[in-house]
């Protein structure tokens, strides 16, 4: 017990628990893109505000979105105290060694590129999550004709709102709902809005192809036999494919919805 101290504020402890709290917003962002692969669905939103109210309603997820909030915290933190404290440890540069020849451009960047994503954070919060659960998006009601599956949709007032709501009333299933996915598409009608999340996106694909890998290696799985796994994932899952899953959808909204 009165080691625990020592090891987590010693630097390989900052570098663990940074790895830790990595991985864990690693498998957030494979399930935020798999539930909001629902606004390319052509339903008026249906989907998406369905799964939207479950997101914040339903207690599992409520208690690991606390997680997730405080591993964005915890995380950036410790990434300042880890560069703060390596830059203190060389406050000259080295007179015969360049370093530029033996890392990449995003490992020496990974501050800026944490930067920008900590921006996209906060504004994507404000844009979506803050509105959302402060009442400031419109609202929505479905009916679905049971029998056929036929769903067809119209604007709430205010008036008529009071909570999400399902009834079922002669085969019909009525959904009144907030209309995140409006929200949605209100705010990536914005060029800025739209170009500054591509860029943001763009940044994380460098962020996550330097730190999927480095995260594993901290917690010690540099076996020859899953380094290459690990980087292929890192490269191509997390590099390429989720940064352009995301990146795809304000995209969408502004040049095709």
Avoid at 72 to 87: E, G
Avoid at 172 to 198: H, I, M, S, W
Avoid at 228 to 248: D, H, M, N, S, T
């Amino acid at each position: 017990m009165s080691n625990s101290k020592p090891v987590l504020s010693s630097s390989l402890g900052r570098k663990l628990i940074m790895s830790l709290t990595g991985i864990f917003l690693c498998t957030f962002l494979i399930v935020h893109l798999i539930g909001n692969l629902q606004l390319f669905k052509n339903d008026e939103g249906y989907a998406f505000n369905n799964y939207a109210y479950f997101m914040t309603h339903f207690t599992p997820i409520k208690v690991v979105s606390y997680l997730l909030y405080a591993s964005i915290v915890i995380h950036a933190v410790y990434a300042l105290v880890l560069s703060i404290r390596n830059k203190a440890a060389r406050p000259v540069n080295y007179a015969q060694f360049d370093g530029k020849a033996n890392s990449t451009w995003n490992s020496r960047n990974m501050g800026i590129l944490g930067t920008v994503l900590l921006v996209f954070i906060a504004t994507h919060m404000q844009n979506f999550w803050w509105k959302y659960h402060n009442d400031q998006v419109p609202y929505i009601e479905y009916q679905t004709d049971l029998a056929t599956g036929n769903t067809t949709s119209r604007v709430l007032e205010a008036s008529e709102f009071n909570d999400y709501q399902v009834t079922v009333d002669n085969d019909v299933e009525t959904v009144k709902a907030r209309d995140l996915y409006k929200q949605v598409d209100f705010a990536f009608q914005n060029p800025l809005v739209v170009g500054f999340y591509v860029l943001a996106m763009a940044a994380l694909a460098f962020h996550l192809i330097h730190g999927f890998k480095s995260a594993f290696q901290t917690i010690g799985v540099s076996h020859k036999k899953y380094v290459p796994i690990i980087e292929f994932i890192g490269v191509w899952g997390f590099g390429v494919i989720i940064p352009i899953g995301f990146a795809l959808m304000p995209l969408y909204f502004y040049f095709i919805k």
